[in-house]
C-alpha cells in the first residue's frame, strides 16, 4: 500500500479499524474495555488533539492505565532464527526553536560589521556541525544488550561506528537516540538584495534524551553564543517507560503466535507522539504498530519521506497479531 502517511501512521490505523470492525460485527469483546482515540494533528504538537482531549475531557479516558500507539513493534531481521520487534517505551523530547539575531540594517554596498545573516549563519553552522556527547539511558542499554545476546556478540555504545554497522537498516534510528540533537531547519532574513536586513531568525528541531534535559540547553546556548536569541515555538518533555508488565507478556505472545522466532525488545523513539499528553494522566504508552518487514525494506527510512508504503502481508500479520494481543491483554 503506497502514500502519503502509509507509513506514519495510516498503517495502525487501518489494522485497528478491521480489527475492531471483526469484533464488532462477530461479538467478540476483549476482556477489558477498549478506548478508540484518533488525533489529527500529532505533527503539529496535538495542541487541538491529544492534548486538548487530555485537558478539557479527561473524563473521556477515566479508567484507562495503558495503552498502545504509533511508531513501534515493526520488525528488524537479525538471522534465520531471530525476528526483533522494536516496541517504543521511551521517547526524546523537544524544543523547537526560534533563533534571532539582531544586528544594523543598511545599504548593500557598504561594508557592515554588524550583519545579523552572518552571525546567525555562523551560529547555525556551529550548531549543525556540532557533535553531541553520547548518553545511554536505560532504553537504550535494555536494546543494546537484547541485541547483543540476539548477536552473540558485545554492542558498545561508546564506540558508535562499530556499533552501527552491525544494526543494518534500523542504524539510523538507533543512533540518534544515543545522542541529544539539534537540527537547523528553517532560515529567514532580508527582502531586498541590496538591502542588509536588521534582523535575521532560524529555526531549530531540537530533541533531548529523557533526563538529559537542563544539559541539552545549557550545551545549546554555549555553542549558539551571547548574540543569539533562543525562544521556544513548541517545547515537550521526554518519556521512559519499564517494558514490563501483563501489556508487554501480550505482545510478546501475540507475536511469537503469528511469528515463532520473534522477540519483542524495548527501544526509543527519537521523535515525539501523542503518548507525551496521555502521560500527564498517568497513562502507561507504548508505540506497538505491529508489522512483519521484509529484511531489504527501509522502513526507518520512509517516515515523513518519499514513497512510503506498507506490505500488504506485513498489515494482514498485524492485524492478526493485534487481535490476539487483545485477547491476552
Not at 495510516?10 to 489494522?15: I, Q, R
Not at 545522542?179 to 532560524?202: D, E, F, H
Request: hydrophobic share 40%; aromatic share 6%; proline share 5%.
Amino acid at each position: 500500500v503506497w502514500g502519503r502517511g502509509a507509513v506514519d501512521m495510516k498503517d495502525m490505523d487501518a489494522m485497528t479499524l478491521a480489527v475492531v470492525r471483526d469484533r464488532l460485527r462477530s461479538g467478540r469483546k476483549p476482556p477489558r474495555d477498549i478506548v478508540l482515540a484518533f488525533l489529527a494533528d500529532e505533527e503539529a504538537g496535538g495542541t487541538y488533539g491529544a492534548k486538548h482531549l487530555v485537558h478539557k475531557h479527561p473524563e473521556l479516558f477515566e479508567g484507562v492505565t495503558e495503552a498502545i500507539g504509533e511508531v513501534g513493534g515493526f520488525s528488524f531481521t537479525v538471522n534465520e532464527k531471530l525476528r526483533l520487534y522494536l516496541v517504543e517505551t521511551a521517547e526524546k523530547g523537544m524544543h523547537w526553536m526560534r533563533l534571532t539575531v539582531d544586528g544594523t540594517a543598511g545599504h548593500g554596498s557598504m561594508t557592515n560589521d554588524d550583519n545579523a545573516i552572518t552571525e546567525l549563519c555562523e551560529a547555525v553552522a556551529r550548531l549543525g556541525r556540532h557533535t553531541w556527547p553520547v548518553r545511554v539511558t536505560k532504553t537504550v542499554r535494555a536494546f543494546l544488550d537484547e541485541l547483543s545476546d540476539a548477536l552473540g556478540t558485545e554492542l558498545d555504545p561508546e564506540n558508535m561506528d562499530e556499533t552501527l554497522a552491525k544494526l543494518g537498516g534500523i542504524a539510523r534510528m538507533i543512533g540518534t537516540t544515543l545522542r541529544n540533537s539539534a537540527a537547523p531547519t528553517m532560515l529567514g532574513a532580508g527582502y531586498k538584495v541590496n538591502v542588509i536586513p536588521g534582523q535575521a531568525t532560524a529555526h531549530v528541531d531540537g530533541r533531548f534524551l529523557p533526563g538529559y534535559e537542563e544539559e541539552f540547553l545549557a550545551d545549546l546556548d554555549r555553542i549558539l553564543g551571547p548574540r543569539v536569541k533562543r525562544e521556544d515555538v513548541h517545547a515537550d518533555k521526554a518519556l521512559e517507560t519499564d517494558f514490563d508488565g501483563r501489556l508487554v507478556d501480550a505482545m510478546q505472545s501475540a507475536l511469537r503466535a503469528e511469528d515463532p522466532i520473534a522477540r519483542a525488545v524495548p527501544y526509543m523513539l527519537s521523535g515525539g507522539t501523542d503518548a507525551k499528553s496521555f502521560d500527564d494522566l498517568g497513562i502507561r504508552c507504548f508505540g506497538f504498530a505491529p508489522l512483519k518487514l521484509p529484511p531489504e525494506l527501509d522502513f526507518a527510512g520512509m517516515f515523513h519521506g518519499v514513497d512510503e508504503r506498507v506490505p500488504v502481508d506485513g498489515l494482514k500479520f498485524g492485524v492478526r497479531v493485534l487481535d490476539r494481543f487483545l485477547d491476552a491483554s
